[in-house]
């Protein structure tokens, strides 16, 4: 049974570029949340999607946007890269409309450094 | 923003004690509670989740949530070298919705 798979694993780009992080949840989970996680912090809550739509945001701008697929993949899509959007980023799943009874189940990651 | 606090550490203890880590958190209405493991360059791992006040016990692992003192805390046993890690503290409520709110987590070391 796969876990949350997401690629790439690593990512290095250039200020003012941009990037799409991808995520595939959990065989069986329906929902994508992404949390961005800089060092030494605690995950912050970037955006949740279900039913292939944003169905709650975080305090993040709107370089940062997402898409849910069909499958319950999901893109993150980051436009013009600053320095400080260097990060783990999590992707977590999880099902449906209670998805805290379980608990969120989180990727690998996808760490992005911004140079 | 509602908080969630936790002490950074780092909290040594010697292979075999009682880890204890604490978390406290700002929102009343906080429902959901969760504990993460996350070693050094990896993703947080759920440990256990509990939602009433008391103690919930999975293993060496028990967490205890005291709703009136607004605290939910982590007890290992036994610990051994392999639980070194960071261990964060995850709180959800009605006004949070579906995110889940983050502390920055303790660090743990156990020697040997």
């Known amino acids: 049974d796969a876990g949350v798979t997401q690629s790439p694993t690593h990512l290095i780009k250039t200020r003012g570029q941009q990037v799409t992080l991808r995520c595939s949840p959990k065989?069986?989970?329906?929902?994508v949340s992404w949390y961005q996680q800089a060092l030494g912090q605690g995950p912050q809550f970037i955006f949740q999607y279900y039913e292939e739509e944003e169905r709650q945001r975080g305090n993040f701008p709107d370089r940062f946007s997402g898409h849910q697929f069909p499958n319950y993949s999901s893109e993150l899509n980051v436009n013009a890269l600053l320095l400080g959007d260097s990060a783990l980023y999590l992707c977590?799943?999880?099902?449906?409309?209670?998805?805290?009874?379980?608990?969120?189940?989180f990727g690998s990651g996808t760490r992005l450094t911004v140079v | 923003q509602k908080e969630v606090e936790q002490n950074s550490g780092p909290l040594s203890v010697p292979e075999g004690a009682i880890a204890s880590l604490n978390c406290t958190y700002s929102d009343r209405v906080s429902q959901s509670f969760f504990w993460y493991r996350q070693y050094s360059g990896k993703s947080p791992e759920l440990i256990m989740s509990?939602?009433?006040?008391g103690d919930k016990e999975d293993g060496r692992f028990t967490a205890q949530l005291n709703k009136a003192s607004q605290y939910v805390s982590l007890l290992i046993r036994d610990s051994q070298p392999s639980d070194s890690a960071t261990y964060l503290c995850a709180v959800n409520s009605v006004y949070s919705g579906y995110a889940l709110n983050f502390g920055k987590g303790t660090s743990l070391l156990v020697t040997p």
């Open positions: 977590a799943s999880s099902s449906g409309e209670n998805p805290w009874s379980y608990g969120y189940t």
């Open positions: 509990i939602y009433s006040n």
């Open positions: 065989s069986g989970h329906d929902t």
